[in-house]
């Protein structure tokens, strides 16, 4: 394996378009208002929103080679670079915890003492901050052989614990009913009432859905290894355009038998999402990094060093807006009411709000891009 002589702008782009979506589809004018490819898919099958998670777990594995990688030809030592890493996951998932406890008790909100007792422990950061962990310690320690075995132990090994696997006291699983499933029982004896609020009887992020969560982010890391291969770049298009159509078709298949599901991470749902992730990736690869467009790139790689700043800060200020009141209205509603509910249609209220949202951010990343601020995690 070689290291590329430079930066990969395609990876930052993919990054970068990522988390705009997350920021998008995270921050409607009204959540009653909002068009369906912008919402989640209710249990089985999926929009384009359910993309954008699997999106940046399969980017996390693709930086993992690029990022170690380096460092393993350097000369760093691997029990350093796992100190490191371990320290890394415990920033990120502590990351996760804040934003889920935000804002702790202040602003007239629940008491703290209640927010202890159902302070949601799984979450979006806690899931990347668990497989970034677990896949950048297999690429360090493991060749590529076992990596395709531990990927195929994961996504093969989800099935007949989801699918067959009878509920303890009794009872047949049934994947279409949210909570009938071995993976919503754990999460509800093991979290408790830890779970997320609307979820009830699972965990979007929950314990069992991570195992193939893992194998999304090592389906990366194989797409990470083509990437620093000494093929031609065209090459390394051509071949990420063939595996992901195949992991398309694959994943689609699976499906019919192994119902493709984000709020499950079915094992479908996983090579589908990571087959249309490294179809996304050999396009920005070929528009950014072999044709370079540089002008089309910098929105977005201005978004991508700064992915999760962005997230965390996005979501802190979301909430505070909306409690933070301006005599009987919040912030929030202040806002959406007197800048866009007021004189737009209600879906498209919603959706410029949302936009303006993704623009004020780029706005404050920008300035952070001209003084050379990056705020590494």
């Given at each position: ?264 991470w079915t094992s479908s749902y996983a090579v589908f999402t990571a087959g249309m ?101």
């Open positions: 394996m070689s290291a590329p002589p430079q930066r990969l702008v395609s990876v930052d782009v993919f990054r970068g378009a990522t988390i705009v979506a997350m920021i998008l589809v995270n921050n409607p004018g009204n959540w009653g208002k909002v068009y369906a490819p912008l919402l989640h898919a209710e249990w089985h099958g999926w929009t384009p929103t359910d993309l954008i998670f699997p999106f940046f777990l399969f980017i996390v594995g693709v930086a993992i080679v690029l990022a170690l990688g380096r460092r393993i030809e350097a000369g760093v030592e691997r029990r350093s670079l796992t100190t490191k890493l371990v320290r890394r996951s415990a920033v990120l998932f502590g990351l996760g915890l804040f934003l889920s406890g935000y804002p702790f008790g202040l602003f007239g909100t629940r008491t703290f003492e209640r927010l202890l007792e159902t302070w949601r422990i799984p979450g979006v950061l806690q899931r990347i901050a668990v497989c970034y962990l677990l896949a950048s310690l297999l690429f360090l320690y493991c060749r590529k052989p076992a990596l395709k075995v531990w990927t195929a132990v994961c996504l093969l090994g989800y099935w007949p614990l989801l699918a067959l696997t009878p509920m303890p006291g009794g009872g047949a699983p049934d994947l279409a009913t949210k909570g009938q499933h071995l993976a919503g029982w754990l999460d509800r004896v093991v979290l408790g009432k830890h779970l997320w609020i609307y979820g009830k009887v699972y965990d979007p992020e929950g314990i069992l859905s991570t195992i193939p969560a893992l194998a999304t982010t090592l389906l990366g890391l194989f797409a990470g290894l083509l990437l620093v291969s000494d093929r031609p770049a065209v090459e390394k298009v051509a071949r990420l355009f063939v595996r992901g159509s195949l992991l398309v078709v694959g994943g689609y298949v699976w499906g019919w038998f192994f119902p493709i599901s984000k709020g499950l992730a490294t179809c996304a990736l050999a396009l920005c690869l070929w528009l950014f990094d072999v044709e370079r467009h540089p002008r089309m790139a910098r929105p977005l790689v201005i978004y991508g060093v700064n992915a999760i700043t962005v997230f965390v800060g996005s979501g802190v200020l979301a909430r505070t807006l909306g409690i933070l009141k301006v005599g009987e209205r919040t912030v929030h509603s202040w806002i959406y009411g007197g800048l866009f509910a007021s004189w737009l249609p209600p879906y498209v209220a919603s959706l410029a709000f949302a936009l303006a949202w993704v623009v004020g951010w780029f706005l404050v990343l920008w300035v952070m891009d001209r003084r050379g601020v990056v705020i590494k995690v």
